[in-house]
């Protein structure tokens, strides 16, 4: 939650498995900032998508406004 609320994360590696694991103990993938609108979250840009067996590898590069 920190990072996300201090602005620090630019670069996310999304792991994504053709399978569900989840219970009522199961963590969400962020926390912290809250973004009442879509126009107040942060963005990102898809860079890259690499299968891995079964699996695919998502990385994404932060979105700054102006420096698109």
């Given at each position: 939650g920190a990072l996300i609320?201090?602005?620090?994360?630019?670069?996310?590696?999304?792991?994504?498995?053709p399978g569900i694991f989840a219970d009522e103990h199961a963590m969400p993938i962020a926390?912290?900032?809250n973004a009442p609108r879509l126009a107040d979250m942060r963005r990102f840009r898809l860079v890259r998508s690499k299968p891995?067996?079964?699996d695919i590898e998502l990385h994404y590069r932060r979105v700054v406004s102006g420096l698109e």
């Open positions: 609320e201090d602005d620090l994360i630019d670069e996310a590696f999304v792991h994504l498995a926390v912290g900032r891995i067996a079964d």
